[in-house]
């Protein structure tokens, strides 16, 4: 099992493997707090990086602070090649709420609580993650927050932006303001609302990094994909992401697991070709969800 199979993809000038790596699940349940085995969480992120992953998703708001630690006790000093991707504009509440954090105060704040808790100088990628509802992607103007952080970009505390939970209209937004190298949004086999953004993205060079790949907290089930997987003699969550890296080239995977046995059997998925009939069944399932309503227009 190689991951250099999938081949690579720019975040601005840094190039990173396609198959990469979300922090988020390492934290306590709901996201909220230590993981129940702090052990295990650090031996997920020596495998990932062991095992040639060079790009690492995280954000200090998921335990809040607690992936961003686990990272850096794991893994730093960092290897020149990790691209560790953060992502800003949310806070947690007491009750592990989420909440939007968009003031200058609190965006720069949160830049410097991923510098101190990552032990890094600089942030590779910082994601601006819009919080206009609750429920996904919503309309609304990002020029005031993303100036903020196109200042921060400036005085040298982060190397490239990008945009997360953002519509088209906000994408193009941000265009206009400063270069964009990803943008992070919710997509998977049943979850296709992005469909045209992911090819305008292609077109320009811009990667594109699904998030919830597998489904995220209730992991992709499907009678389609169950038997594409017994086709192709693979797992159900390895054709997820084997069709993921097919979709198209800008596409950058960034499964979660806080399981060395997932992470392995995810990362094997570099090696899955999914052949065209078994990507014309694994399309039904998109076609399905948006027929039931599943999809936002
Ligand atoms: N920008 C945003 O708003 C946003 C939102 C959510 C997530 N993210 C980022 O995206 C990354 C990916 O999303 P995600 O981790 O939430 O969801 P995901 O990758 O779609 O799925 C994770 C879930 O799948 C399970 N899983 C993973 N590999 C498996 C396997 N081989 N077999 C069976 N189950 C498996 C995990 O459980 P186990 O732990 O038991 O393996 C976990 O419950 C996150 O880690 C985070 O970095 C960003």
Redesign the pocket.
């Known amino acids: 099992m190689s991951i250099e199979q999938s081949g690579t993809f720019p975040l601005g000038d840094c190039r990173v493997k396609r198959l990469g790596f979300?922090?988020?699940?390492l934290a306590g349940p709901g996201v909220f707090g230590p993981p129940k085995d702090t052990q295990a969480a650090l031996a997920v992120l020596r495998e990932a990086v062991a095992a040639g992953v060079d790009h690492i998703?995280?954000s200090d708001f998921y335990g809040p602070h607690v992936t961003n630690r686990l990272i850096r006790e794991a893994l730093a000093p960092y290897s020149d090649d990790l691209v560790i991707v953060t992502?800003i504009g949310a806070r947690r509440g007491a009750d592990a709420s989420w909440n939007p954090a968009f003031s200058a105060a609190e965006l720069t704040a949160a830049v410097h609580d991923n510098l101190r808790n990552l032990g890094l100088d600089v942030l590779p990628v910082v994601?601006l993650?819009c919080m206009f509802s609750a429920h996904g992607p919503a309309e609304g103007s990002i020029e005031a927050p993303l100036t903020v952080l196109a200042g921060l970009q400036r005085q040298g505390l982060v190397r490239h932006v990008g945009l997360?939970?953002a519509t088209p209209a906000q994408v193009a937004e941000g265009r206009r303001i400063c270069p964009i190298v990803c943008v992070?949004n919710q997509y998977?086999l049943a979850h296709r609302g992005d469909d045209a953004l992911i090819d305008d993205l292609a077109r320009d060079g811009i990667a594109y990094v699904p998030?919830?790949?597998?489904?995220?907290?209730s992991?992709l089930q499907s009678d389609a994909l169950s038997a594409v997987a017994g086709r192709l003699g693979a797992?159900p969550?390895q054709v997820a992401l084997a069709w993921l890296l097919q979709r198209s080239p800008n596409i950058l995977l960034?499964?979660?697991?806080?399981?060395v046995a997932?992470l392995r059997?995810?990362l094997a998925a570099a090696d899955l070709a999914v052949d065209a009939d078994s990507i014309r069944m694994l399309d039904t399932i998109g076609a399905t969800q948006a027929a039931a309503g599943g999809e936002r227009p």
Do not use: V, Y
Not at 254 to 259: D, L, V, W
């Open positions: 979300g922090a988020m699940q998703d995280t992502k994601n993650r997360s939970n992070q998977n998030f919830f790949p597998l489904g995220g907290f992991p797992t969550m960034i499964p979660g697991t806080s399981s997932h059997e995810n």
